[in-house]
């Protein structure tokens, strides 16, 4: 007989002579129960879903507790919490920006990773500096029997890949690049800004973790752009990395040690030939390290989690006429700022009858260099396995969540500013219908303090600043306050809290993959409790109170179907989501005057309503397959509504049109 030996995580099955029956030996911890649901995507089921063009992090937004973004744009915003709010870590490393020009696609090609999980709220103590919710990526492991080279062509951009053995490890590299300035150039003036971005990565994998310990140094990065013949604003990041895993029978070590930059700069050309430059770079690091040990009774964890960075001072140059350099000048900035935050956690999960019960508490301190306070976060999961099939899982805990850099920039911040917190209570009920199909019900509420709102600064004769209700504004800013980084004066004067029910049915077996979610929710937020300015009296207007939150939608319904035939995968996907809350404007005529108001979150949009189609066409060949796909969005040309704004030319509100019919084509080269 055969002797196999499945090392979870690695490539290869190896087989080794032996006598007597055969065994399997499985490496990896078993599944840790003891958490709140996570909701998971593979590689594969990422390509089912319609209307996520293969991008790993679009398709998240199918999943429960997930907001609809305006005009099918990334993010992630989790129960009402802002996109700020969430962490995204790729292999243990923070990631600071995950869509190119805040949604247009992930900053990660879908084809390297093994899978996503993400947590909407109530993960344990080993993860902080968030508020909202964690989404971890895992690449998956090169395979190392020989080289192989795939990539994907479509409408947007182009990428490549490549993976095989090295060193007695492996490698797996890629790149991507879009091209849409360049097909749009021709069509537009000299003067239309267009986007283009560039991502990159570079994963290895050396050793086995149970002998010399397994070493996966890695480094991606991400560059978007967007340029016209005057102006050009450039974001980019990099991270490098040197993950480390080992692990002495019950015993598991893992060690993140990682690097990066963060760059944005913005560039305009003036009259004469002058051109402006601004730019202002963020260089982060930190290590995570963890330790587990397994017992008969459950387990003990713990770890430490450093990260800082220094925010370099603003960097803005004139240069003159080439050749002529006499109108040179700099007007550097003198404010930088300089951090480390140092996190110590431990957990012990104790499991009775079996592993039937089990309760994991969890403790997690904190040190915020920006702010120069200490933070402690009790946390506490409970799972009861009250058949074979049916688990109720509780969590509760208490998250904070520090201020950006920019945030107390002692020129245009709040050097004051401190961090915000949210406690989160979440209860669930799973269960497993087969080992293809699954549902799930989870309740939860959340109510965050100290939230950091605009205010006036707090100087003489400093006026509050002006509100926007509702409308698009609020929306991008939301999306891309985190990726821009402008310093923004901020009072801890905000309070948010969200509440609602999440459900989800998934099943995957064979051809059929089908996915069901539905969240009901309500998200409010409550302004500045000493008022907000009106621009028509000139006067502070009282307290609002709670008002819904941009993003909050009451009702988001998805559901997708994909059944694979011979060669063909068809899929489809429905959804329908309320309408984002907004502030009707109303022109009332007094003295003869017109006066145009608003009334706060007093309106609802349309509901929003979207069929998407896809359509896979594989050709096996030698080396591997070809696929083929149509990735039709609201192939029903549905006339949604995405915003309202007040029309001065006919004296009413006027819808802002979603996007039409939308066709995307691409080609797929997938090696065996």
């Known amino acids: 007989m055969a002797r196999i030996t499945v090392r979870k995580g690695m490539p290869s099955v190896q087989l080794d002579k032996a006598q007597g029956a055969e065994v399997i030996e499985v490496f990896g911890r078993a599944p840790e129960e003891t958490k709140p649901l996570s909701y998971q995507l593979t590689a594969d089921e990422i390509r089912s879903i319609p209307g996520a063009m293969n991008d790993v992090l679009r398709a998240a937004q199918i999943l429960p507790g997930v907001a609809r973004i305006p005009y099918a744009f990334g993010g992630l915003v989790l129960r009402g919490t802002s996109p700020r709010d969430t962490e995204i870590y790729l292999d243990g490393v923070e990631v600071p920006i995950a869509f190119h020009f805040g949604g247009v696609t992930s900053f990660y090609p879908s084809s390297m990773l093994s899978d996503l999980n993400l947590v909407a709220g109530g993960f344990d103590a080993s993860y902080g500096r968030a508020q909202g919710g964690l989404v971890t990526l895992t690449t998956r492991e090169p395979r190392t029997d020989r080289w192989r080279v795939g990539g994907e062509v479509g409408l947007l951009d182009s990428g490549a890949y490549a993976e095989g053995p090295l060193w007695g490890g492996g490698v797996l590299v890629g790149v991507r690049r879009s091209y849409f300035d360049t097909v749009a150039q021709p069509f537009v003036s000299a003067d239309t800004p267009l986007p283009a971005y560039w991502d990159f990565q570079l994963r290895t994998s050396f050793g086995d973790p149970r002998e010399e310990g397994r070493i996966t140094p890695m480094i991606f ?39 990066g930059v963060n760059q944005l700069s913005f560039e305009e050309a003036e009259g004469g030939g002058e051109t402006d430059t601004f730019s202002r770079p963020t260089y982060p690091g930190g290590v995570r390290a963890d330790l587990t040990r397994d017992y008969s009774f459950g387990h003990l964890a713990g770890g430490l989690d450093l990260s800082g960075g220094h925010l370099a001072h603003t960097q803005v140059n004139v240069t003159g006429i080439a050749g002529d350099h006499t109108n040179d000048s700099s007007m550097d900035g003198s404010t930088t700022a300089t951090w480390v935050d140092v996190a110590a956690w431990g957990e012990a999960r104790i499991k009775l009858d079996g592993d039937r019960f089990a309760i994991k508490p969890g403790l997690r301190i904190e040190r915020f260099g920006l702010t120069d306070e200490l933070v402690i976060d009790p946390r506490l999961n409970i799972h009861q396995q009250l058949s074979d099939t049916v688990t109720i899982r509780q969590a509760i805990g208490r998250y904070h969540q520090p201020p950006t850099p920019a945030d107390v920039d002692p020129l245009s911040g709040n050097p004051a500013l401190k961090s915000s917190y949210t406690d989160q209570l979440s209860l669930g009920v799973d269960k497993v219908f087969a080992p293809t199909t699954m549902a799930s019900v989870t309740g939860y509420f959340d109510y965050g303090r100290n939230l950091g709102v605009r205010v006036a600064p707090n100087v003489p004769g400093a006026q509050p600043p002006e509100p926007e209700y509702g409308g698009l504004g609020p929306t991008f800013e939301l999306l891309l306050e985190k990726q821009l980084g402008f310093p923004i004066y901020r009072g801890n004067v905000g309070r948010a809290r969200s509440y609602g029910i999440e459900v989800l049915i998934k099943h995957n077996a064979g051809p059929l993959f089908a996915m069901l979610s539905y969240t009901l929710s309500k998200s409010e937020r409550t302004d500045d409790p000493a008022g907000v300015p009106n621009a028509l009296t000139g006067k502070i207007d009282p307290y609002l109170g709670w008002r819904p939150f941009e993003l909050d939608q009451t009702h988001n319904f998805n559901a997708a179907v994909g059944y694979r035939w011979t060669n063909w995968q068809l899929g489809a996907r429905l959804q329908v989501v309320s309408g984002n809350p907004y502030s009707p404007n109303v022109l009332t005529i007094r003295n003869g005057q017109a006066i145009l108001s608003q009334d706060p979150w007093a309106g609802n949009l349309p509901t929003f309503i979207s069929l998407d189609l896809r359509a896979d066409r594989r050709w096996h060949r030698c080396w591997g397959d070809i696929d083929l796909f149509f990735d039709i969005q609201n192939a029903t040309n549905h006339s949604n509504v995405e915003g309202r704004d007040f029309d001065s030319s006919v004296g009413m509100d006027t819808d802002t049109p979603g996007l039409p019919i939308i066709p995307f084509i691409g080609v797929e080269f997938i090696p065996k």
């Open 221 to 259: 990065g991400s560059i978007d752009r967007v340029a016209s013949d005057t102006i050009s604003v450039t974001s980019a990041f990099v991270r490098v990395a040197v993950p480390y895993l080992r692990q002495w029978g019950p015993t598991t070590l893992r060690v993140t040690p990682w690097l």
